[in-house]
């Protein structure tokens, strides 16, 4: 019997562990390195500069496709992140300084850049600066403010970033959707 009910303690956790789902993810990094020699006429330093830009895209297959060995893949978003890091102290550890996505919004790429507080909205050299996000307490939430309105943002169930603000020309509540660059 207590054989019995130590192979059921063993056996029950690999049936539940085998049950769970793969996920397919397709992810492509590239890492550039550049070193950068200073001198400012007391001593000559090297400061590294490292930019990793990382791809994750889910890999969604073609329903029509189903049961059949070579499916076809449908073209799904690419999260693209880029990451800005700097070595320029005496620790061999690299610090980083920027993390970057880009999204798309009226065919215009904006990036959002990470930083302290949340992160900034960038786009064009017409509009550098479109808007600011700050973290709330809330999970996944935001403060949205910019020049022309502020209202609340957050990230869909697609990774999207939606931003929900009162429009006073409208007298009714508007959505801006920043939807992954392809």
């Known amino acids: 019997m207590k054989k019995l009910i130590y192979m059921i303690a063993f056996l029950a956790p690999a049936v539940f562990f085998a049950q769970e789902k793969p996920v397919n993810v397709n992810v492509s990094e590239e ?8 001198n400012d006429g007391r001593e000559v330093t090297e400061q590294k500069v490292k ?9 969604e297959l073609d329903s029509s496709d189903k049961n ?6 449908v073209a ?24 970057s996505v880009t999204y798309n919004y009226n065919n215009t790429n904006y990036i959002l850049k990470k930083n302290s507080n949340g992160f900034l909205i960038t786009g064009s050299d017409a509009q ?13 939430n935001y403060i949205f403010t910019s020049d022309n ?26 959505k801006k959707i920043f939807t992954l660059a392809k």
């Open 149 to 174: 309105y502020n209202g609340i943002g957050y990230f869909d169930a697609n990774s999207n970033f939606v931003v929900e603000y009162y429009d006073t020309s409208k007298k009714a509540t508007s």
């Open 51 to 59: 930019v990793t830009t990382r791809e994750v895209q889910d890999i």
């Open 128 to 140: 550098p600066n479109f808007g600011n996000c700050i973290i709330t307490n809330r999970a996944n």
């Open 68 to 73: 059949k060995v070579n499916q076809q893949i």
């Open 76 to 99: 799904s978003p690419t999260k693209v992140t880029q990451t800005v890091e700097i070595e320029d102290d005496r620790d061999t550890y690299y610090d980083s300084i920027s993390e």
């Open 31 to 38: 890492t550039t390195t550049k070193i950068i020699t200073v």
